[in-house]
């Protein structure tokens, strides 16, 4: 069992809908990141909050919107998908170094995913 | 043991055989090296890592290697088992970035 929870595991949707993907950690984490798997590919930045706020945007589409609303959450509300936008959602977290530099790696821990199908 | 020089795709590993996973890296300058492990249907998950000021790291069963000289990393597995069959990706993180950059993942079958 993982300890950052994504919900649902499996969606289904079409192109006109609207859908949130969730994610949930309570292991103290302030970064947390949404990550697109394609299969048999590596994990693909999507989007990194900090303290819950937006760090880093990989230039995704505006179909795509993350909301941070507390230090334990974090949403991604999909609108108008495309077909292939079908993919393994990844949610993870970490540890925010505390000293000099933020940024100092830490490992992120990854939830199992959110499989969405866009019909 | 079983073991490649160069990154490959797929590696197919005798039950109780060692196994070697080579990396190499983009940046010289990274500093922070991860390596996780994806079984079908689950997420990435977190095995060993090592900062840019060592060269060896050892876990439970598992060691990292990093070779700064040639930009490259690898993980060994020792006395490989069935449950350690999964795609293996390991990771790079450049000192002034949050982003962690995938390699494209080495599958491991392990035979019994």
């Known amino acids: 069992d993982t300890e950052v929870t994504q919900t649902p595991k499996h969606l289904v949707m079409g192109m006109t809908n609207k859908k949130s993907l969730k994610c949930e950690q309570h292991?103290?984490?302030?970064?947390m990141y949404w990550y697109k798997q394609k299969a048999k590919k590596p994990p693909e930045l999507m989007f990194v909050?900090?303290?819950?706020?937006?760090?880093i945007n990989e230039s995704v589409p505006s179909r795509f919107s993350p909301e941070c609303p507390n230090s334990s959450l974090l949403n991604l509300h999909l609108h108008a998908l495309q077909p292939e936008d079908s993919a393994l959602y990844l949610c993870?977290?970490?540890?925010?170094?505390?000293?000099?530099?933020?940024?100092?790696?830490?490992?992120?821990?990854f939830g199992d995913g959110t499989r969405l199908s866009i019909l | 043991g079983e073991s490649v020089g160069l990154h490959l795709p797929t590696l197919s590993v005798q039950e109780g055989d060692n196994s070697i996973i080579n990396c190499a890296y983009s940046?010289?300058?990274?500093?922070?090296f991860i390596w996780y492990k994806q079984e079908s249907g689950k997420g990435p998950q977190f095995i060993i890592d090592?900062?840019?000021?060592?060269d060896k790291r050892q876990g439970q069963r598992v060691t990292v290697l990093l070779n700064k000289t040639v930009k490259h990393l690898s993980l060994q597995i020792a006395a490989t088992q069935p449950g350690d069959s999964a795609v293996y990706f390991c990771?790079?993180?450049?000192?002034?970035?949050?982003?962690?950059?995938f390699g494209a993942g080495t599958t491991v079958t392990v035979r019994a």
């Open positions: 993870a977290s970490s540890q925010v170094f505390s000293g000099r530099n933020p940024r100092r790696g830490q490992p992120q821990h």
């Open positions: 292991m103290g984490h302030r970064a």
């Open positions: 909050y900090s303290y819950e706020k937006l760090s």
């Open positions: 940046n010289s300058a990274s500093d922070y």
């Open positions: 090592i900062r840019s000021n060592m």
């Open positions: 990771a790079e993180k450049h000192p002034d970035d949050y982003k962690l950059s």
